[in-house]
């Protein structure tokens, strides 16, 4: 069966810090990667997705970046972090229409 | 441009007490409607996928349907474990990244 391992579960950065938040799919090949933020009352919002190795997509212009260095590593980053980029960051894969989510990641920029 | 409306934002339940939440959608040619669960600082969980007018699909005490205008989760006796936001979601118009309305937070009182 497909996993989705995404980490840490939380984490608390000093404004101007980078940022490394990554996500791995087990079980399955090639597949459709997103990574979404959720701030209290705004809902999901999807910041990148990739459909291949080094295929990304960006959907809100902002600091952060991703990558896809491998089939199914995903990495969100960032080189210097805002107090904005406060948020929940979730990590999902998708064989075909429905996506899975990974736990998420809490993160804090004070 | 593609839209998904949850109402209500938050419902209070008595144990037992059945109800429905809606979702509403603007987006055309639909390739599917995703039911999902949270709960608090976890990841979205994947409950039901709805593809056509008419179609139900069923999981313990939720039944989902859809409309060509939006989708209903209904629920019936709820009991305190059902307590959780429930988020709807559509693919956008070209590829596969879904768009999720804000949700509606469910609390099941006993």
């Known amino acids: 069966s497909q996993t989705i391992h995404q980490w840490p579960a939380t984490l608390v950065q000093p404004v101007g810090s980078p940022l490394s938040l990554e996500c791995t799919v087990e079980?399955?090949?090639?597949?459709?990667l997103y990574w979404y933020r959720q701030a209290a009352g705004r809902g999901l919002q999807l910041l990148f997705y990739s459909v291949g190795i080094g295929q990304i997509s960006s959907e809100v212009p902002q600091n952060l970046s991703a990558s896809r260095p491998q089939d199914r590593q995903f990495i969100l980053s960032s080189k210097k972090l805002l107090l904005s980029d406060s948020g929940f960051y979730l990590c999902a894969w998708s064989p075909t229409s429905e996506a899975f989510f990974g736990q998420g990641t809490r993160l804090t920029v004070v | 441009e593609d839209q998904v409306t949850q109402s209500p934002e938050a419902l209070r339940l008595q144990e037992g007490e059945s109800s429905s939440l809606n979702c509403s959608y603007t987006v055309s040619g639909l390739r599917g409607l995703f039911w999902y669960r949270q709960d608090p600082g976890k990841g979205p969980e994947f409950l039901f996928t709805?593809?056509?007018a008419g179609e139900e699909k069923e999981k313990e005490r939720l039944k989902a349907t859809l409309t060509k205008k939006e989708s209903f989760l209904h629920i019936t006796a709820p009991k305190p474990e059902d307590s959780a936001t429930y988020l709807c979601?559509?693919?956008?118009?070209?590829?596969?990244?879904?768009?999720f309305g804000k949700g509606t937070t469910l609390s099941v009182s006993s």
């Open positions: 709805l593809y056509s």
């Open positions: 079980g399955t090949s090639n597949p459709n």
């Open positions: 979601a559509v693919p956008r118009r070209a590829g596969t990244a879904l768009i």
